[in-house]
Nanobody
Framework: QLRLVESGGGSVKSGESLTLSCAVS????????????MAWFRQAPGNERERVAH???????KYSDSVKGRFTISQDNGKNMVYLHMNDLKPVDTAMYYC?????????????????????WGQGTQVTVSS
């Protein structure tokens, strides 16, 4: 069973940077990225969960407008790790950040897409940004 464990959260000041890590384990096959799309979500108190970054079926990074140009998602298949590099952090970025995985599906046309169901989650890591 796929397992995701986040780390790297903390308290920083506005304008500073932070990198979150997600350790991936419990998959079958040579690498998790063959079967799974990966994403980072966040949720602040009183707000809905927001997908801030994900790797699509082709492994291309996609970002929400709220973090585009500041956050970067990456993965290291050799280390079974997914990262979220966050630059120029703002107080509005304060939230619990979650790593999530989704089925990577091969279409009849031979392309790969994410199912966009995000059914595997980590426990979350808190990021707090003060002004």
């Amino acid at each position: 069973q796929l397992r995701l464990v986040e780390s790297g959260g903390g308290s920083v000041k506005s304008g500073e940077s932070l990198t979150l890590s997600c350790a991936v384990s419990g998959y079958s096959g040579p690498t998790y990225s063959v079967r799974y799309c990966m994403a980072w979500f966040r949720q602040a108190p009183g707000n809905e969960r927001e997908r801030v970054a994900h790797l699509d079926g082709d492994g291309n990074p996609k970002y929400s407008d709220s973090v585009k140009g500041r956050f970067t998602i990456s993965q290291d298949n050799g280390k079974n790790m997914v990262y979220l590099h966050m630059n120029d952090l703002k107080p509005v970025d304060t939230a619990m950040y979650y790593c999530a995985a989704d089925q990577r599906i091969r279409t009849s046309g031979g392309f790969y897409v994410c199912a966009y169901e995000w059914d595997v989650w980590g426990q979350g890591t808190q990021v707090t940004v003060s002004s």
